[in-house]
T-cell receptor
């Protein structure tokens, strides 16, 4: 069974731009969660989608948004990028909602200049 | 005060030693997770538990709900166990992470 895939793996953007990251879950998994990891703040939870509905949400500004499609693939969008948005963005998929037995993708490394 | 506190922050052990990593939290939770992150960045979910104890190979995780405390034990440690171990709690509608414990096992 293929694992969780994330595209792109690396991305460089300029302040003020927007970016869209993609996550394809393991086949059959209906939950996708997104996380941000930085050296200063560590891992932080962004949001969780299950069957196209946002189930859980972390404490991030509205510039961070996401969605999930009917095939369970998920996208995360960050608008008006700031330098502090430079981070590793990880997604994880699961059969069930609420962080049940998650499988993590390799992450997308975003650098904002 | 952080909602999730891990100790120690750094740990160096000799191969074969018994290792304990601790996690304390300050809020009511639905479940607690232990994750492992290797230097390349990949994260593996080790355990999800809401009570008692779970074991997988040389890894054992325990949780005491009343004391708001969990421990991750590694028996017969090996250099391949070198990684960052992260505790996370499912509280309310979000997952809150500890800062992680950097473990190095020397041969």
């Amino acid at each position: 069974k293929a694992g969780v895939t994330q595209t792109p793996r690396y991305l460089i953007k300029t302040r003020g731009q927007q970016v869209t990251l993609s996550c394809s879950p393991i086949s059959g998994h209906r939950s996708v969660s997104w996380y941000q990891q930085t050296p200063g703040q560590g891992l932080q939870f962004l949001f969780e989608y299950f069957s196209e509905t946002q189930r859980n949400k972390g404490n991030f500004p509205g510039r961070f948004s996401g969605r999930q499609f009917s095939n369970s693939r998920s996208e995360m969008n960050v608008s008006t990028l700031e330098l502090g948005d430079s981070a590793l963005y990880l997604c994880a998929s699961s059969l069930r909602a609420n962080f049940y037995e998650q499988y993590f993708g390799p992450g997308t490394r975003l650098t904002v200049t | 005060k952080n909602e999730v506190e891990q100790s120690p922050q750094n740990l160096t052990a000799q191969e074969g030693e018994f290792i304990t990593i601790n996690c304390s939290y300050s809020v009511g939770i639905s479940a607690l997770h232990w994750l492992q992150q290797h230097p390349g960045g990949g994260i593996v979910s080790l355990f999800m538990l809401s009570s008692g104890k779970k074991k997988h190979g040389r890894l054992i995780a325990t949780i005491n709900i009343q004391e708001k405390h969990s421990s991750l034990h590694i028996t017969a440690s090996h250099p391949r166990d070198s990684a960052v171990y992260i505790c996370a709690v499912y509280e309310g509608n979000k997952l809150v992470f500890g800062a992680g414990t950097i473990l190095r096992v020397k041969s």
